[in-house]
């Protein structure tokens, strides 16, 4: 049977709901992301490893929105810390610096090799912003470098050649900034300069070239958390941008805490002049931070400079970079993020859901090999992608090469058989998932793999 319509006979509230939430909301949705065909599941209630949805159908969950829950739905140390701080401390928010912040902070700069000093945001977005900007203050130049198929949040600087056409993105060794969305200002086009990555070669020819303009590289050391920079990719990159002076920005949202606990940079003995963490670090509430080297840092220390709110200030100091946000550093999220960290570094927690992820992704390959179904699976750490094709994935073009349909329709047979992933995202796993979870879902597959092949 239609795996579409297996899941619109067990889905009918959510389709009610999501009539109602299209008059509401564009596309029925509040980011464009979560939004899949027919109509997205509206959930109702999460525990631990699974979600339950309006239907009351319960799924296990491998979405874990988007990565931030790795210790699962409502860990009752997480909850418990938000609790004890909203009402031991008396407050939801103070407006000015706490203890919190400076307890994460300490935990970061131990935890993050290139990271000496920590600036909080409110999401991962508003984090790589500030690198960036932090990145144009310090060296004064006015371009910057992202690789093709990276993403690193929702703004206009960021938002090209995310999942560019083919046939609009230039050759391989040398892409052009295609915007992925409506409303890009040419501006951006101009000004963001596209790397391939995996490829040392084409990135070095590109960034001598740009070297006077570019202020930095932004990367995700492991692309949309499943396709890790080459060892000697990344250690050719950080030597290059070192030697052209321009900042290497290391985009860890996706990567902190999940692919190990110090991020990416930590396995790859690399120190980024500038990180952006998010995701994690907030134990499933809003969150973002940037973290660098104490002398770039400074550029948004506000000690004797004049900032912003301050005109007509006589100083002969440099100008202090802007950054603000009223629920920067909140106590709740904090005190949600620590807990989390505290659960992570107890035992062997962190390595414990690391051997869970290798055993669902043997577990997932052997079946699909089994029933002859071309597949691979990649990531790192507690994430990560099923990829169908065999031939080699180190980047944005390779994966052109995936069977996505085939991919999209398994999806689907999953979610009719209590398997939640958004169809063809990745799989993010947490503390809560257990052999019964990992067992289930390899016999789920297996079953959705006969339907295939019918
Ligand atoms: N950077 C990376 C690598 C991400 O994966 C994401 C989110 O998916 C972001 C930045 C943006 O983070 P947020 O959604 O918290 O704004």
Do not use: W
């Amino acid at each position: 049977q239609d795996p579409l319509q297996l899941l619109k006979n067990r889905t009918k509230k959510s389709y009610q709901l999501f009539q109602e939430a299209q008059q509401v909301m564009p596309g029925g949705v509040t980011a464009n992301i979560k939004y899949f065909d027919p109509y997205p599941i509206m959930m109702a209630e999460a525990e631990g490893s699974r979600l339950k949805d309006v239907d009351g159908n319960e799924y296990v969950d491998y979405l874990l929105a988007y990565g931030a829950l790795i210790l699962g739905h409502g860990h009752h140390k997480v909850t418990n810390a938000v609790i004890r701080q909203m009402v031991t401390k008396g407050t939801t928010i103070f407006g000015t610096p706490h203890e919190l912040e400076v307890e994460m902070a300490k935990r970061l700069v131990k935890l993050y090799p290139g990271v000496e000093q920590v600036r909080y945001t409110n999401s991962g977005t508003e984090a790589t912003l500030l690198a960036i900007r932090l990145a144009h203050a310090y060296t004064g130049k006015s371009k910057i470098a992202k690789f093709e198929g990276h993403y690193h949040g929702g703004y206009d600087q960021v938002l090209l050649s995310i999942n560019p056409p083919l046939d609009q993105a230039g050759p391989a060794d040398a892409p052009v900034a295609v915007p992925d969305s409506a409303g890009i200002d040419v501006y951006y086009q101009e000004h963001t300069i596209i790397l391939p990555f995996n490829d040392l070669e084409a990135t070095a020819d590109i960034l001598k070239a740009r070297k006077e303009e570019l202020a930095a590289v932004v990367v995700e050391p492991v692309q949309a958390g499943f396709i890790p920079a080459t060892e000697s990719f990344m250690q050719g990159l950080r030597k290059l941008t070192e030697e052209l002076g321009i900042l290497l920005i290391f985009d860890e949202v996706k990567t902190c805490f999940r692919v190990a606990l110090g991020g990416a940079q930590s396995l790859y003995g690399i120190k980024p002049d500038l990180t952006a963490l998010g995701k994690v670090l907030g134990g499933g509430f809003p969150v973002g931070a940037v973290g660098g080297k104490k002398e770039i840092m400074d550029v948004a220390s506000p000690h004797g400079k004049k900032d912003v709110f301050e005109m007509n200030v006589k100083s002969k100091k440099k100008d202090v970079l802007f950054h603000s946000g009223t629920y920067n550093g909140h106590p709740s999220v904090l005190a949600a993020g620590l807990a989390t960290l505290d659960v992570l570094e107890e035992g062997d927690n962190f390595e414990t859901i690391v051997r869970t992820t290798e055993k669902l992704r043997r577990g997932l390959e052997n079946v699909l090999r089994y029933y002859q179904i071309p597949v691979q699976t990649l990531g790192l750490g507690t994430i990560f992608n099923l990829v169908m094709t065999t031939e080699p994935i180190t980047n944005y073009r390779d994966l052109q090469n995936a069977n996505l349909d085939l991919r999209r329709q398994l999806d689907y047979y999953l979610l009719t058989l209590g398997v939640y992933t958004k169809p063809l995202n990745r799989y993010s796993l947490s503390l809560a998932h257990s052999d019964r979870e990992i067992q289930e879902t390899i016999d789920a597959y297996e079953a959705a793999a006969k339907q295939l092949l019918v």
